[in-house]
Structures are given as structure tokens and as C-alpha cells.
Nanobody, 122 residues
């Protein structure tokens, strides 16, 4: 089983940037799809972005396309989410997760981190 630990969240003004990291333990990291999800208060957890095992394919939710970039470093067992041009509506707890297939829905993801809070002030 893969264990995931997110970091890099915080408070930022609208228009600012943050980079989230997700460190994974376990030998299977490099073979897994990695995804980022977020959950705002009172809302369902929603898909943000995912990346295939090699990093050659990425996919984004429309709400973050052009502003967020997902990447991974398999040598460091880490996946990143670079978030630029942040908006107040990006405020949420951000989670990373692993999957065996490329998917944008939660049921396909079988390991989750504990989340990191991102707050964007207006």
C-alpha cells in the first residue's frame, strides 16, 4: 500500500501562487497514476488533475486548466501541483491520491493523503 503525505498549503492572496507536494512511500509509486482532488467546505470532493506513471500525460479539470500544472518526480516519489493565478474559489483542502488507471472520478483512487489546506483571500 502507498502512503501519501501532502504539504505546501497555506494562505495566499488572489493572483498568487503555491506549489503543493505529495510524497509517497512504497515501491509502486512509479507505476501508479497520481491525482489531485480538492474539497471546499460544504461541497463534494472534486477532481483537479492527474498524471500518468511516466509524466507524459496530464489531464485537468476545466476550472483549473491553464492555471495549474501537475508534475511528478519518480526518483523522489513525489508529485507536485503548481498553482498560479489563484482565485478565492480555489480555497479548499487539497488531496493527492493514487490509481491504477487514468480516471477523474474518486472510486478509481485507492490511496489518499490527509490533505493540505489552501486558502485564497480576495
Amino acid at each position: 500500500q502507498v502512503q501519501l503525505v501532502e504539504s505546501g498549503g497555506g494562505l495566499v492572496q488572489a493572483g498568487g501562487s503555491l506549489r503543493l507536494s505529495c510524497a509517497a512511500s512504497g515501491r509502486t509509486f512509479s507505476t501508479r497514476v497520481m491525482g489531485w482532488f480538492r474539497q471546499a467546505p460544504g461541497k463534494e470532493r472534486e477532481f483537479v488533475a492527474n498524471i500518468n506513471w511516466s509524466g507524459s500525460y496530464t489531464y485537468y479539470a476545466d476550472s483549473v486548466k491553464g492555471r495549474f500544472t501537475i508534475s511528478r518526480d519518480n526518483a523522489k516519489n513525489t508529485v507536485y501541483l503548481q498553482m498560479n493565478s489563484l482565485k478565492p474559489e480555489d480555497t479548499a483542502v487539497y488531496y493527492c491520491a493514487t490509481a491504477r488507471v487514468l480516471a477523474s472520478t474518486k472510486p478509481y483512487y485507492d490511496n489518499w493523503g490527509q490533505g493540505t489546506q489552501v486558502t485564497v483571500s480576495s
